[in-house]
């Protein structure tokens, strides 16, 4: 791994789109560093790697005067000294050099300025506790805690003391993100470090809210299924719940395949992870982990359906028995079905079907003489069935269909 010297890498840093107000607000003033995943990526890539999103700083000085002089939307975290800026779009988030200690295991942490060298030492990982000074004679200068470019180097995911799991559970989801984003493999000792606080119950340790959030951040990722493959190594997925988990990765592989573009990945994924778990456990379970009523209610949904939608839609039915078959199922649920064995039918509906449909509404129906009731209702199922099988086309023969339907 090439080590850029510090002009080209504050060159590389100044390519990046968030970095020119960042820069601005820095100006010459020392003790400002990039730090974490940003300079991961950029000394991993270089010009041609990943692009860092959101940026995070550490502080050597007054944290709430930096952001303040960069503008954005603005919100200080007193308790921990630190800062988050919305800009233009991008993310900023700042941090008071500090040291970390835990009061008991799971519990947040309690801190307290430090130096760099120090901050860097209560990080999760090695390869995540390197920072790019951004201002003054040293700009573009890293500082790394021990072995953190070795590591880096060798794509090598390493804790930095034996407690750091048990400390911080979240750590573990965090390791099964970053092993799997990065492709990177994970220490042996750390590897049984983590074994190790999950059969201890470490999880227990944390509250559902956070546990909840780190799910779903893997659960976002650019490949998900690998994310959530890493977790089962490690036994997160079950230690939320014996059956929580995908045991059969062709089968997610298979499912987003099929989702289009406007479906979400993330919910998918986590249904395809539910799919075992009983149902009235599995509202339990999301209600635990802080799921929004939406996500909550799609992954139920798909998790309790895709089954019974992949029978109703196996054999070769016709194209208004599978709107009929699928009714208000989402895209996702969809997806899952297609990929549990409904492959054509799924495929029908996800790229066209969904799309169809009808020129009138129920007041068309009521102004041409229909009652208000269920008739208006039976009457535009049949239109859009006829529409759907091709049997009609254009505004007016839906409604000398519709007015059929409604006076048989």
Not at 25 to 54: F, H, K, S, T
Not at 141 to 167: C, G, K, W, Y
Not at 382 to 389: F, G, I, R, S, V
Request: negative net charge; aromatic residues 4%.
């Amino acid at each position: 791994m090439h080590i850029p010297p510090p002009k080209e890498l504050i060159g590389r840093i100044r390519a990046l789109p968030s970095a020119a107000p960042l820069l601005a607000a820095v100006g010459d003033e020392p003790g400002v560093y990039l730090v974490g995943g940003a300079v991961r990526d950029l000394l991993l890539g270089g010009e041609d790697g990943p692009e860092p999103g959101d940026l995070d700083l550490v502080v050597e000085g007054d944290v709430a005067a930096l952001a303040a002089r960069l503008g954005g939307r603005y919100l200080a975290h007193d308790r921990f000294g630190t800062a988050s800026v919305i800009l233009d779009g991008h993310g900023y988030d700042f941090a008071r050099a500090r040291r970390e200690t835990y009061a008991e295991p799971g519990a947040l942490p309690d801190v307290s300025p430090a130096g760099l060298a120090e901050d860097l030492l209560r990080r999760d990982f090695t390869v995540n506790a390197i920072a790019a000074s951004l201002g003054g004679p040293r700009a573009g200068e890293l500082t790394a805690a021990p072995r953190a470019l070795e590591d880096l180097s060798d794509r090598r995911m390493r804790v930095f003391h034996d407690r750091s799991f048990i400390d911080d559970p979240t750590r573990l989801f965090r390791l099964a993100r970053y092993a799997s984003r990065l492709a990177f493999a994970i220490e042996p000792e750390t590897l049984a470090l983590a074994l190790a606080a999950v059969a201890g119950g470490a999880l227990a340790t944390v509250s559902g809210a956070r546990l909840g959030a780190e799910l779903r951040l893997l659960a976002r990722e650019k490949e998900p299924v690998a994310g959530l493959a890493a977790a089962r190594e490690l036994g997160l997925d079950r230690a939320l719940h014996p059956r929580f988990g995908i045991a059969d990765p062709e089968l997610a592989a298979r499912a987003l395949a099929l989702l289009p573009a406007d479906g979400r990945r993330d919910v998918l994924v986590l249904a395809l992870a539910a799919l075992d778990v009983p149902p009235a456990e599995l509202a339990t379970l999301l209600d635990e982990l802080a799921f929004d009523a939406d996500t909550r209610d799609r992954i139920l949904a798909i998790a309790t359906g895709a089954a019974g939608t992949a029978a109703a839609l196996d054999g070769d039915p016709t194209p208004a028995e599978i709107a009929a078959a699928v009714g208000r199922g989402s895209p996702e649920l969809v997806a899952v079905a297609g990929a549990l064995g409904a492959r054509g039918a799924a495929s029908e509906w996800l790229a066209r079907l969904r799309h169809v449909h009808l020129d009138i509404d129920g007041d068309d129906l009521i102004t041409a003489g229909v009652p208000e009731g269920p008739a208006v209702g039976r009457a535009l199922r049949a239109a859009l069935a006829a529409k759907l099988d091709g049997r009609i086309s254009g505004r007016d023969s839906e409604l000398a269909e519709a007015l059929r339907a409604a006076d048989g």
